[in-house]
């Protein structure tokens, strides 16, 4: 998928990400104790104090986030379609193979606020959709990373894949035109958002669960590179022209659009 810097306006990399801006903080987790009670002579009742476990993970404004999330959502086109919008953060103790490889084994991200502790669902790659929370957009509240996390979170434009994991090449065509029509609905006014216009998305990178996978046109191999598990494949202008259709072969986890002169995993 793709990434635009959405917040801070760090350079989006990977093709079609949305750096929604962050900083990289430590947070800590509570947890209630009892405590001896006091002497009967002092004749005081029992109470409890708490205990705190430090533990250190990113940490983000939600506000921010969610404002930036929530335009460039308005500016997809109406179903159906082929380009989906998730958000993924950067973790710097894991290499690319390993982050797209990433699934929590308990909770990898959550929104909390005064009145909100919401655990939020992580897909495998560490991909997720950030919840619309009113309650802890009012009272300014925080995206939590159980990871420690760099400064920028991305946001990636997955491919629905169709039936049988087989897409025509001619639909790459038309997704990668809803995602420049989401782009260029991006005002030159929007500073946080307007470095994103520059960006492009002309590969798909395909991630399977094992080593496996490939990409296939008529049965024969036709990636450019290979991550891990993953397939990546340069969108060819003139096959997009054309009748071929793609099969994703193995067991496929997720299609990202990405930047073939960057990194294919640009985190």
């Known amino acids: 998928m793709h990434f635009v810097p959405l917040w ?51 940490e983000l404004p939600y506000r921010p986030f969610i404002d930036s999330f929530r335009l460039l959502q308005s500016y997809q086109p109406p179903e159906p379609r082929l380009v989906d919008v998730l958000v993924r953060a950067r973790y710097p103790s894991m290499s690319d193979v390993e982050q797209d490889a990433y699934l929590p084994k308990k909770w990898g991200v959550a929104i909390v606020s005064r009145s909100v502790d919401v655990t939020v669902p992580v897909r495998r790659g560490g991909y997720f959709v950030p919840p619309d929370l009113e309650a802890a957009y009012t009272e300014e509240g925080s995206i939590l990373f159980r990871e420690p996390t760099t400064k920028p979170l991305y946001l990636y434009f997955s491919l629905r894949v169709g039936a049988g994991q087989r897409i025509r090449y001619a639909d790459l065509g038309k997704a990668s035109q809803q995602i420049d029509t989401l782009l260029g609905k991006i005002s030159y006014f929007n500073q946080r958002l307007r470095h994103l216009k520059r960006d492009k998305h002309d590969a798909i990178k395909a991630c399977f669960l094992d080593a496996g996978g490939d990409i296939l046109i008529d049965g024969k191999s036709v990636a450019d590179a290979t991550i891990g598990n993953c397939k990546v494949l340069r969108i060819d202008p003139e096959r997009v022209k054309g009748g071929d259709v793609i099969e994703f072969s193995g067991a496929l986890d997720i299609v990202t659009f990405a930047e073939i002169s960057r990194k294919a995993n640009p985190a």
């Open 8 to 58: 801070t306006l760090p350079r989006l990399v990977c093709g079609i990400l949305a750096c929604l801006g962050a900083a990289h903080g430590a947070a800590q987790e509570h947890e209630p104790s009892p405590q001896a009670p006091a002497p009967e002579a002092e004749a005081k009742p029992a109470f409890t104090v708490t205990i705190k476990e430090s533990r250190k993970f990113g």
